[in-house]
């Protein structure tokens, strides 16, 4: 059983950046997904053991995932915010370490933790 804690989420102005935070990541296959309101919960950025990372289209080259082992801990910077990264954000784990690719079917995940973008 893996219980994961994000923090970090807040009100934010558009262009703004933010920083999640998911602990713990031990080794395992991390990763970042969001839900908005009326929409379904939607992949973000996923990260290996060994540091190889994943992103959807729409948050490349504005978001980046990372993994501090020393702290046991997975991060999501999100830069550039616009009003449409408003959603819920949770972290999850398949709970396999040294997991390879893309980050898909996650068997754990956390509370949630809200992120709000203003125009």
């Known amino acids: 059983q893996v219980q994961l804690v994000e923090s970090g989420g807040g009100l934010v102005q558009a262009g703004g950046s933010l920083r999640l935070s998911c602990a713990p990541s031990?080794?395992?296959?991390m990763g970042w997904f969001r839900q908005a309101p009326g929409k379904e919960r939607e992949f973000v950025a996923s990260?290996?053991?060994?540091?190889?990372?994943y992103y959807s289209d729409s948050v490349k080259g504005r978001f980046t995932i990372s993994r501090d082992n020393a702290q046991n801990t997975c991060y999501l910077q999100m830069n550039s915010l616009k009003p449409e990264d408003t959603a819920v954000y949770y972290c999850?784990?398949?709970?396999?370490?040294?997991?390879?690719?893309?980050?898909?079917?996650?068997?754990?995940w956390g509370q949630g933790t809200q992120v709000t973008v203003s125009s």
């Open positions: 990260i290996t053991w060994n540091d190889s990372t």
């Open positions: 999850a784990t398949d709970g396999l370490p040294y997991g390879r690719g893309q980050l898909t079917r996650p068997t754990y």
């Open positions: 031990g080794r395992f296959h």
